[in-house]
């Protein structure tokens, strides 16, 4: 069994910044992908950003040259530095992690832009 926490959403103002996290702990013995997804209010879920395999780091559009993912191995814990944020960016945050052929999920934090 795997469990994801997530931390570090808020209530910022637009054009601050926010660092989520996401660490894992269970039964990892290789964790594939790690990945952010979001989701706002009467909206689809959206792929924020994922690392496949330690390769390069894939960003949607909306958040390229404003958010950084980062892992860290010894930790299990993956990070989203958001900078810059808008309104737009106001979600919920999940992350996600594919170990072998599971995926688990995060239970979500909340990131709120006012503007």
């Known amino acids: 069994q795997v469990q994801l926490v997530e931390s570090g959403g808020g209530l910022v103002q637009a054009g601050g910044s926010l660092r989520l996290s996401c660490a894992a702990s269970g039964s990892i013995f290789s964790i594939n992908i790690m990945g952010w997804y979001r989701q706002a209010p009467g909206k689809k879920l959206e792929l924020v950003a994922q690392?496949?395999?330690?390769?390069?780091?894939d960003y949607a559009d909306s958040v390229k040259g404003r958010c950084t993912m980062s892992r860290d191995n010894a930790k299990n814990t993956v990070y989203l530095q958001m900078n810059a944020l808008k309104a737009e960016d106001t979600a919920v945050y999940y992350c996600r992690i594919v170990v072998g052929v599971e995926a688990y999920w995060g239970q979500g934090t909340q990131v709120t832009v006012s503007s």
């Open positions: 690392i496949i395999d330690g390769r390069s780091t």
